[in-house]
């Protein structure tokens, strides 16, 4: 097999010892499908000598079995370690492989080209100082090439290697190679990259990769191996920061806070703020696995002892004192979607930072960037893989820096509360004060005594199904039972409701996430005034119910799933809209184009089949008395 077109330079690591002095850089390399992106790092790491034998022995075996490059090895096979992407051909996850030479050492990430996966991209890239874009000299630059580079210059990598791959595909053409880095150079030259630095190479057989080539001798700049030992890698350094990942008690004569300090340095005696409090104290002991020290630096996990007992937990950053992290519950911020579903603006989300986690929701899609020509374009929602400027609203105030700043405290990710699945990726821009002048006015008389006037314990009645499952008349009649009663209540109609503080809104899955948000509110205010609010809403999506839920205390909020099958509410069809939206007439409609979303743990089911309303409303009654 043929393993490569040129002589390579062996380049021996030093001992383990001698290592721990070089410096590190952390790379990745990104671009579209098929570009080389596996084939390059597996062809670094052969040209480098650092492939075992028994590595290399099944490298030939799976060259054989699952390869691309007909006879040759195939080094893509490296790194593309699952069988899902061997058969493919394709990365799907991302691999980080370790390296050094003499002069430097490597963390290298590959990652997936395929559009599905640019959160995997992501990954890969949050922690990288250099990226290595690859593109094919015959397809040129692509969609993904410019949605990668975009995302990393988003994500804070400083240093650009426009890798033209597979020249020898287009016979080492230099006016292909310049084309390509002309474009290249166009699109990018407002991303704030540190240096772009173009390389015409083919990976498969190793030109210009450690070697220069004898078959690019217009080309004149480094190798990609020189550029990665040469490259100029600086701390990211700035104000001490120390997010605490928890809180240290081993006995009652220890309290520590522990975590990796994302940046600055810290020493015995410096005074530090806890970002959330405002309390400030000094250094008494920095404690580590190793021992005390007298001083430690970004990087370093560390448990840090102070002079004074302040309020510090977990979530929490330490700080230095002239130089704080922003508090906020509202910010700009940047944001990458990775879910089939849209981010829908008025949806709440988990958002979780280094060391918190806290309820959120974007309240406004300011714009979305398109990846074409960068330009802002107006939109409604965010689908997979758009990035997008955003107003996130968090339901307690959380600690940041800018990511510009500070890439550890300036980032989160959201979480959706239905599926616990990561959804998206933020990048913080800043905060917004303009909530900032806006206190909560302290009342001398309170939810419980005006519950305790009207001798009942407020509660929410949320009643959720299908269009003409029966939900208005159960509500209406479980009023006139608690209303006989004696108990002061009020029904938040879907369909009333939406006659006047929701007639703005439409049918659409982002109207719809707002029409339940509004509702949710007024339905809170209404239990505050220590009311029993009857809430008859569709609400379609376990998410909004979820949020609905969220705001009030446990036991407070009663979900009644209203449950008809949807044969049966075609059937009955009370206002003629199944028949319209059957026939094409009306859209977005749940249970016809639009999905209903079943409860999966109400407190209240009811199966509304060979039962009658005041049968039904009876049920609920009874729950709210055992209570």
Request: net charge negative.
């Amino acid at each position: 097999m043929n393993a490569a077109a040129s002589t390579t330079t062996a380049r021996a690591p030093d001992s383990p010892a001698a290592q721990e002095e070089q410096s590190l850089l952390r790379f990745f390399t990104c671009g579209s499908v098929d570009d080389g992106k596996s084939t390059l790092i597996g062809r670094l790491l052969y040209d480098t000598r650092l492939i075992l034998e028994d590595q290399f022995a099944a490298l030939e075996r799976d060259s054989a079995r699952h390869g691309t490059t007909g006879g040759d090895i195939d080094f893509a096979l490296l790194l593309d370690g699952l069988e899902a992407e061997r058969e493919q051909g394709i990365t799907i996850d991302v691999a980080y492989r370790h390296f050094a030479t003499n002069r430097r050492r490597f963390i290298v990430a590959d990652t997936p080209g395929h559009e599905e996966y640019t959160r995997n991209m992501a990954t890969g890239a949050s922690t990288a100082d250099l990226a290595v874009v690859l593109v094919d000299a015959r397809q040129g630059i692509l969609t993904q090439t410019r949605r990668h580079a975009f995302i990393a210059s988003l994500l804070g990598v400083r240093h650009v290697v426009l890798a033209v791959n597979k020249v020898d595909l287009v016979d080492f053409a230099q006016a292909t190679f310049d084309a390509i880095a002309h474009e290249f150079h166009s699109f990018a030259k407002d991303f704030c990259f540190e240096t772009i630095v173009e390389i015409p190479m083919s990976a498969r057989y190793g030109d210009n990769v450690t070697t220069s080539s004898d078959r690019t001798p217009w080309y004149s700049g480094p190798t990609l191996l020189e550029h990665l030992e040469t490259v100029p890698v600086t701390e990211r350094d700035g104000p001490f920061r120390l997010p605490v990942q928890f809180v240290s008690r081993p006995n009652a004569d220890f309290r520590g806070y522990a975590g990796q300090i994302a940046a600055g340095r810290i020493a015995v005696g410096d005074a530090i703020v806890a970002a959330r409090s405002g309390r400030t104290s000094t250094v008494r002991s920095i404690v580590t696995a190793d021992g005390n020290l007298q001083s430690a630096s970004a990087g370093q996990a560390v448990t840090v002892v102070l002079s004074d007992e302040i309020d510090v937990s977990r979530g929490d950053i330490l700080a230095a004192p002239a130089e704080r992290p922003h508090r906020a519950d509202q910010f700009m911020a940047h944001v990458i979607w990775f879910s089939p579903e849209p981010m829908l603006p008025g949806r709440s989300y988990v958002l979780r930072t280094e060391v918190d986690s806290v309820g959120a929701t974007v309240t406004a899609l300011k714009y979305q960037i398109d990846i074409n020509n960068f330009s802002h374009e107006a939109a409604k929602s965010l689908h997979m893989n758009e990035v997008g400027v955003c107003n996130v609203s968090t339901q307690a105030p959380v600690v940041f820096d800018s990511y510009r700043e500070n890439r550890s405290t300036g980032n989160f990710v959201l979480i959706d509360r239905f599926t616990n699945a990561t959804v998206g990726a933020g990048m913080i821009d800043y905060p917004l004060h303009r909530a900032a002048n806006i206190q909560w006015q302290a009342l001398d008389i309170d939810r419980n005594a005006r519950a305790t006037l009207k001798h009942q314990r407020p509660a929410v009645i949320w009643l959720t199904g299908l269009s003409g499952a029966g939900k208005s008349t159960i509500a209406n009649t479980l009023e006139k039972l608690l209303h006989a009663g004696g108990r002061h209540t009020y029904v938040l109609d879907g369909d009333n409701v939406r006659h006047g503080l929701n007639r703005d809104l439409g049918f659409t899955a982002e109207d719809r996430v707002e029409n339940i948000r509004r509702i949710a509110e007024v339905a809170r205010l209404m239990a505050d005034a220590g009311l029993i609010v009857i809430v008859s809403a569709i609400s379609p999506f376990g998410s909004e119910r979820r949020m609905a839920r969220d705001l009030f205390d446990p036991g407070d909020f009663v979900e009644v799933f209203v449950d008809t099958p949807l044969e049966e509410c075609v059937r009955r069809d009370p206002k003629g809209l199944y028949r319209k939206a059957l026939a094409g007439e009306l859209t977005n409609f749940t249970g016809v184009d639009s999905p209903y979303e079943r409860p999966e743990t109400p407190e209240l089911h009811l199966r509304t089949g060979g039962h009658d309303p005041a049968e039904l409303a009876g049920q609920i009654e009874a729950y709210l008395l055992r209570r």
